[in-house]
């Protein structure tokens, strides 16, 4: 008897693209009714990194039972994050209290 895995297998990276390999990812989060929070697109910032938002938190225990990630992916407590691309996935940063300085 052989066991297979029903979990999708990613790959590091896809031909012309640094982001391509990651849309499993991002449609299975959206599935799941996680907004994005970014207009749909990674945005990258002057630096060349790049991050796909989602209002909500990321579920990465669920991820992990989806799927199967390639070592230069990283699934944080809060984050899927591509070493190999320099790219995240991850939740927007909630806005704090602004600041007060006092003189």
């Given amino acids: ?5 029903d979990k999708i297998a990613l790959v590091e990276k896809l ?3 640094r982001t391509a390999h990651l849309q499993p ?7 799941l009714g ?5 207009g749909d697109e990674f945005v990258f910032n002057r630096d060349g990194y790049g991050e796909y938002l989602f209002r909500q938190p990321l579920p990465v225990a669920q ?30 940063s909630v806005p704090g209290p602004p600041l007060i300085f006092q003189l």
Avoid: C, H, W
């Avoid at 799927?67 to 927007?92: C, H, K, M, W």
């Fill in 34 to 38: 996680n907004e994005p929070a970014n």
């Fill in 1 to 5: 008897m052989s066991l297979t895995s």
């Fill in 63 to 92: 991820l992990r039972e989806q799927f199967t990630f390639p070592s230069t992916i990283t699934l944080t407590g809060t984050a899927v994050e591509d070493t190999r691309n320099f790219v995240a996935i991850n939740q927007a």
């Fill in 15 to 17: 031909p012309d693209s």
């Fill in 25 to 31: 990812v991002i449609d299975f989060l959206k599935a």
